[in-house]
């Protein structure tokens, strides 16, 4: 499955975000996951099946070098919320976002 993230200039920002993500199953009960943004961040992670309406990730490496955790919680079809943590077991968030499904 392939995604992509786009976010316009808003308060704060000087320049617009993208990312692209793929998402494949390996077929033993986990998604495994790369992540590329614009400003050449990647990482490569991977979730079990989710639990409810929560998918829990975790970074095996990324380009800094500092894995970290995420939760990405459904609130329905179209829309849900992520949390980023900067370390493996971190309980502090590092970022949240909102985001909204859309079909082209």
């Not at 989710?50 to 939760?71: A, F, L």
């Not at 079809?77 to 370390?87: I, L, M, Q, V």
Request: glycine share 12%; hydrophobic share 25%.
């Amino acid at each position: 499955m392939n995604g992509s993230v786009s976010i316009p200039v808003q308060a704060g920002m000087k320049v617009p975000y993208s990312a692209n993500l793929v998402t494949s199953y390996d077929g033993k009960g986990r998604y495994i996951q790369t992540f590329l943004d614009d400003h050449g961040i990647w990482s490569v992670s991977y979730a079990p099946t989710w639990t409810g309406n929560t998918e829990q990730w975790t970074d095996v490496t990324t380009s800094d070098g500092k894995p970290g955790h995420g939760e990405a919680v459904r609130t329905d079809n179209d829309h849900y919320t992520y949390t980023g943590y900067g370390t493996p077991t971190g309980t502090t968030p590092n970022f949240k976002i909102a985001c909204q499904r859309q079909s082209s």
